[in-house]
């Protein structure tokens, strides 16, 4: 392998995670974080205990505060910046000179919908209206199932590289060829970034629904997996609306195996929001989705399925597309409606 030298925008669990199978693989890797006390621990404790605390991390990664020394001469750009913050923090880079130049490729790691006076937008069309005009085009989305923990403990997981330049998506995935991971390409960049919004919707639903099913006598795995299929039925509906161009993405491991890890892993964070939502009446301290959306830090982690609900509600009036559990999800979170009513609706046609 021909080591390379990768900064990586965004220091949180996935970002570390990440840069941990890179440099575990022998790659060179820096992590920009906005937080002093990561960027030392990460320096002097090979840990990020604040994002991604327990692991271990490879002597090939370090950190920086400083975001023009992350991405400074680096073969390989890598965004992992919370969608919220995303277009802020590329403009910071813009300037570099192998950034303005188009000399480094450039690879996104974030989730979700980003917003904009026009309404909300996909990441890579985000980031491509900020970036050189060189990039249009040549930007790399990776996604998959694709817990952080695992990935930074080595274990096996999949990732999708999809891009319009096939060269691009191939250039990614040959830098993750490390152990640990396998990479594989698509052309469906529409797809592939909706899949990775999406299944956060339905996996705060599917958090809610289990947390139900501990105790009673309707809800259990049964129905837990028909929530899952029909969830996947709308990304599918949502993706091919917003212009997604192969149904095979939403079977893939961007669509359904994204999905399905998503739901039901206990590192899930959408679906842990989603069963807090019932076990401890998490949504009682807001007033409706645009104060949870404000006041997301009090939270404790990021919830991306709730912010995307809002974002997705807004593409399908845009659209005049309906789909029930992404609307039910609205509803939960903007206290229109109980989530246990929600569910009995969605799955029984009983309306209360």
């Keep these: 392998m021909n080591p390379k030298t990768v900064g990586i925008i965004g220091a949180g669990a996935w970002g570390t995670g990440f840069a941990q199978a890179l440099a575990r693989g022998g790659h060179k890797v820096i992590l920009w974080a906005l937080e002093e006390e990561v960027v030392s621990s990460i320096n002097n404790e090979h840990e990020n205990k604040k994002f991604l605390p327990g692991f271990k991390l490879s002597d090939n990664l370090t950190a920086s505060a400083n975001i023009e020394e992350v991405a400074t001469d ?5 965004l992992a910046s919370p969608s919220l913050y995303l277009a802020p923090t590329i403009k910071k880079i813009t300037s570099i000179r192998n950034i303005a130049d188009g000399e480094t490729c450039i690879g996104v790691l974030t989730k979700g919908f980003v917003p904009s006076a026009t309404g909300p937008k996909l990441v890579l069309e985000t980031i491509e209206n900020v ?7 040549n930007t790399v989305y990776i996604s998959g199932p694709s817990h952080a923990e695992e990935v930074a403990m080595g274990k096996l997981t999949g990732l999708i590289a999809a891009c319009e330049n096939p060269k691009n998506s191939i250039l990614f995935r040959e830098l993750m060829k490390v152990p640990g991971l396998m990479a594989y390409s698509s052309l469906d960049v529409i797809g592939v970034q909706i899949c990775a919004a999406a299944k956060n919707v339905i996996a705060v639903v599917y958090g809610s629904l289990d947390a139900i099913a501990e105790n009673s006598d309707t809800f259990g795995d049964n129905c837990e997996s028909l929530l899952m299929a029909a969830g996947l039925n709308e990304m599918q509906t949502l993706g091919f609306a917003m212009g997604a161009t192969h149904s095979e993405t939403f079977t893939s491991i961007a669509g359904v195996g994204d999905l399905d890890v998503t739901c039901k892993s206990k590192y899930g964070r959408n679906r842990r929001f989603g069963q807090e939502i019932i076990k401890t009446d998490l949504l009682s301290k ?3 989705i645009d104060d949870l959306i404000s006041r997301v ?7 991306e399925g709730a912010i995307a609900c809002k974002y997705v509600h807004e593409i399908c009036e845009k659209l005049n597309i309906k789909l029930l559990i992404c609307d039910g999800l609205y509803r939960i979170l903007n206290r229109e409606i109980e989530p246990s009513d929600f569910l009995l609706e969605l799955l029984m046609g009983q309306k209360k």
């Excluded at 680096?74 to 890598?78: E, G, N, R, V």
């Excluded at 970036?131 to 085009?137: A, R, S």
């Design 131 to 137: 970036l050189p005009g060189i990039y249009k085009g």
């Design 74 to 78: 680096k073969d390989f750009l890598i």
């Design 286 to 288: 807001f007033k409706n």
């Design 297 to 303: 830090n009090e939270i404790g982690y990021l919830p």
